[in-house]
């Protein structure tokens, strides 16, 4: 199985802050990376496919970047809705795994 | 606007079957242009993908799981469904169905989850 892993776990910023999320998975999965927000007790929504493809109706403020085996999610101005738990997925072979999550919360 | 819901019971005992059922609106199973997929989330954990099918039945199950999971679709009824057998403890989740755009090997919907917890 490749494995997908996200340190940091949590990490604390403020409104308008630029923050960066990365993830790495353990052998080359291409560009087949994607990544999701989930706020508690929903389900997670796409934000950014095929390592840098906006979702349709995503706000430009978040952007994905990378391939091979390290992506970065982007959010370049932090607004109080974006306060959440943000996963990667690889899509390049299955079991398709996520990491575990990288919660961003405020400072 | 495709919609996603899961049903099914919410409590089970051990080494009873897990069945799901997740019904699809505003949109077809029986499309070609994806598949149809279960993830799921252990109470402040990450996420876990159960398995998928297509539309023609081809199914792809974590292999963790294999074992246990069956993965249907019911294209007159517009719905998919899960089985997992022999639950214990560990299978306590939230569980989501979603859709994967062929092509795109992401999840575009989701369902609101359902929890299922299983207990002696």
């Known amino acids: 199985d490749i494995q997908t892993t996200q340190p940091p776990s949590s990490l604390s910023a403020s409104v308008g802050d630029r923050v960066t999320i990365p993830c790495r998975t353990s052998?080359?999965?291409?560009?087949?990376l994607n990544w999701y927000q989930q706020k508690p007790g929903k389900a997670p929504k796409l934000l950014v496919y095929?390592?840098?493809t906006l979702q349709s109706g995503v706000p430009s403020r978040f952007s994905g970047s990378g391939s091979g085996t390290d992506f970065t999610l982007t959010i370049t101005s932090l607004q109080p809705e974006d306060f959440a738990t943000y996963y990667c997925q690889q899509s390049y072979s299955a079991p398709l795994t996520f990491g575990q999550g990288t919660r961003v919360h405020f400072k | 606007q495709v919609q996603l819901q899961e049903s099914g019971p919410g409590l089970l005992k051990p080494s009873e079957t897990l069945s799901l059922t997740c019904t699809v609106s505003?949109?077809?199973?029986?499309?070609?242009?994806?598949?149809w997929t279960w993830i799921r989330q252990p109470a402040g954990k990450g996420l876990e993908w159960i398995g998928r099918i297509y539309t023609s039945g081809t199914t792809s199950y974590n292999p963790s799981l294999k074992s246990r999971v069956t993965i249907s679709v019911d294209t007159s009824k517009n719905q998919f469904s899960l089985e997992l057998t022999s639950v214990t403890a560990a299978d306590t989740a939230l569980y989501f169905c979603a859709r994967e755009p062929t092509g795109r090997d992401a999840y575009d919907i989701w369902g609101q989850g359902t929890v299922v917890t299983v207990s002696s």
């Open positions: 052998q080359s999965v291409g560009n087949y």
């Open positions: 505003g949109g077809s199973t029986s499309s070609g242009s994806y598949y």
């Open positions: 095929s390592a840098s």
